[in-house]
């Protein structure tokens, strides 16, 4: 998929947010199905040094 989005004409810093992105979207969503609540999943990604910006966003795209 990498290759696929640089031959596409995506930066490679680009590509590799992006993938963090998902990876981090996929982590939060696991998470709250396992029971975790809002607060707890937060604290958990600012201890990780996830921005806060970055965390609002994940938690509107999976509605939390």
């Known amino acids: 998929i990498k290759s696929d989005l640089e031959k ?3 930066k ?3 590509v590799e ?4 992105y998902q990876t981090l979207k996929k982590f ?3 998470k709250k ?6 607060e ?5 990604l600012k201890n990780k040094g996830w921005k806060e910006e970055t965390i609002r966003q ?3 795209d999976l509605k939390i």
């Open 40 to 44: 707890k999943k937060e604290e958990s």
């Open 12 to 14: 490679i810093q680009d």
């Open 28 to 30: 939060v969503k696991e």
């Open 17 to 20: 947010k992006e993938i963090n």
């Open 58 to 60: 994940i938690f509107n």
């Open 33 to 38: 199905e396992q029971g975790f609540t809002k």
């Open 8 to 10: 596409a004409g995506w």
